[in-house]
């Protein structure tokens, strides 16, 4: 894989016609490592959020050892990768084959569930093993984040007692697990959903090995600045440490985008200027798809040689594709002289832009470069050191 220092060379050498997507290595390691070594328990990367098996590597090679994984694809890809990792599938509803081959096959022995439904196919699908790892998940507020996981998945307060109870009786270690959403901007959002934990281990009256925080932790994005992640960190272990549970229990947590938002962006080039609609040649279908359906605001900055001298104003963009829904209203801030020809750089697209890309309507990249430089934002670096995750970009 070719390597540049930064967007803006490989802008001026190649002037590229596709999208390409910038990777950096180091701050997926980074962000590891700081999982790793201030988290007070076990991470464990949710695949989901990047799947790539460059990325998995880097990740094993900084620490992390245990997998969120939530398909049984997911689980044979690590599988392949990394033959030597723990696998956690904890997706809440599993086709009975995939749990089978999970665990015959693939080693898989942790599991996640909300329904006495599930976890009978569990048990059936394992053939009665006695050494399961059995976490049920518990539904929890997501009003603290700005995607919602609270509606789909995870059992009613109510139900968790009779759940906690059966789960007890068929595992080996038992489980609470819970998801706050994605982008968490307040570590309330991880007392809070402890304080349920607590409720229902109280309620059931069942010994608990295991508590799993789940994903949500935050990256920084123009107008979604989170406090720093060592504070969630010292919500999550105070509760932690109140909770009534096994005197050996563990604490989990599934970092997906905290882990790999900064491994990436996306360097794409300026198609057609209509006003201040911008046309670009990547979008809703390739790496923008967040920024199309669900508004999120991703850093941005003209990568020019001359810097511009002009103000920036509010732009749209447009993808590549023929569909209307391909739009991504921003508003991205960038210099008011901005023409077709030019390259901008979308930032901190290595959650979620990676993954969702498809080649509808013949588009698409699967262009690769590493480049040297920091990402456009970071929750990571020294606090002097940090770029601002903001659209206003001073070239």
């Not at 989901?48 to 044979?76: C, M, Q």
């Not at 084959?97 to 942790?110: C, L, N, Q």
């Not at 810097?307 to 391909?326: Q, V």
Request: hydrophobic share 45%; glycine share 6%.
């Amino acid at each position: 894989m070719h390597k540049h220092h930064s967007a803006l060379g490989l802008a001026s050498l190649n002037r590229p016609v596709q999208p390409v997507t910038l990777l950096r290595p180091h701050a997926a390691q980074r962000a590891a490592r700081f999982f790793v070594e201030k988290f007070p328990g076990k991470p464990m990367y949710a695949v989901k959020a990047n799947p790539t098996p460059e990325l998995l590597e880097i990740l094993w090679d900084s620490g992390i050892t245990h997998y969120d994984v939530a398909s049984i694809a997911e689980v044979r890809l690590l599988a392949r990768t990394l033959p030597d990792a723990t696998l956690c599938f904890m997706h809440p509803v599993k086709a009975e084959e995939a749990i089978e081959e999970a665990y015959f096959t693939h080693g898989v022995r942790t599991f996640s569930l909300d329904t006495l439904d599930e976890l009978e196919k569990i048990v059936r699908a394992t053939k009665g093993a006695t050494d399961l790892n059995l976490c049920v998940r518990i539904r929890v507020s997501s009003d603290h984040s700005k995607l919602s996981l609270a509606s789909k998945f995870g059992a009613e307060p109510d139900e968790m007692k009779a759940l906690l109870m059966a789960t007890r009786q068929a595992a080996d270690a038992l489980g609470i697990c819970f998801h706050v959403g994605s982008q968490a901007m307040t570590p309330a959002a991880y007392g809070e959903a402890m304080e349920r934990v607590r409720q229902a281990i109280v309620e059931a009256a069942v010994t608990v090995d295991i508590v799993d925080v789940g994903g949500g932790f935050p990256s920084t994005y123009p107008g979604m600045e989170p406090p720093p992640l060592e504070t969630y960190f010292e919500v999550i272990h105070k509760a932690f440490e109140s909770l009534p549970i096994s005197y050996s229990a563990e604490l989990w947590c599934e970092p997906g985008r905290a882990l790999c938002a900064e491994y990436a962006s996306v360097l794409v080039r300026v198609e057609k200027r209509r006003g201040d609609e911008l046309y670009i040649n990547d979008g809703a279908y390739g790496a923008l798809f967040d920024a199309a359906h669900v508004g999120w605001r991703f850093p941005v900055k003209l990568v020019r040689e001359d810097a511009s001298d002009t103000r920036d104003m509010a732009f749209s963009f447009y993808g590549p594709t023929c569909d209307d829904l391909d739009h991504m209203t921003g508003p991205f801030m960038l210099p008011a002289d901005v023409q077709a020809g030019d390259y901008i750089e979308i930032g901190m697209l290595g959650a979620y832009g990676c993954a969702m890309r498809t080649a509808f309507n013949g588009f698409g990249s699967d262009l690769k470069v590493i480049v040297e430089d920091e990402p456009m934002a970071s929750l990571y670096l020294a606090q002097e050191e940090r770029p601002a995750a903001s659209n206003v970009v001073k070239l």
